[in-house]
Nanobody, 121 residues
Framework: QVHLVESGGGLVQAGGSLRLSCAAS????????IGWYRQAPGKERELVAT???????NYADSVRGRFTISRDNAKNTVALQMNILKPEDTAVYYCHAQGRAYYGGLVYDFWGQGTQVTVST
């Protein structure tokens, strides 16, 4: 099982910064990619940034150059540093992990409960 807990959301003015963190509790799984998705009201959930077990990163075009994802494999944590925040970044941010079972090798998706990020004008 993989249990994800996010922290670090909040309210910030446009142009400001926030740092999101996600801690993974892992049992009988290894984590492949881990990262962040977001969902704004009335919109579909979208990828923000992911990082592989080998530290390859992938960013949405809308955040590239402003957000930075990092990972600590030893601690099973992932962080998202968000700079130059814009009102359109307002959303619930979800931590996501792709876990591979030790037994059988099947891959599953795991989600955190979400943390609200609100960027005011």
């Amino acid at each position: 099982q993989v249990h994800l807990v996010e922290s670090g959301g909040g309210l910030v003015q446009a142009g400001g910064s926030l740092r999101l963190s996600c801690a993974a509790s892992v049992s009988s799984f290894s984590i492949n990619a881990i990262g962040w998705y977001r969902q704004a009201p009335g919109k579909e959930r979208e990828l923000v940034a992911t990082i592989s077990s080998g530290s390859s990163t992938n960013y949405a075009d809308s955040v590239r150059g402003r957000f930075t994802i990092s990972r600590d494999n030893a601690k099973n944590t992932v962080a998202l540093q968000m700079n130059i925040l814009k009102p359109e970044d307002t959303a619930v941010y979800y931590c996501h992990a792709q876990g591979r079972a030790y037994y059988g090798g099947l891959v599953y998706d795991f989600w955190g409960q979400g943390t609200q990020v609100t960027v005011s004008t």
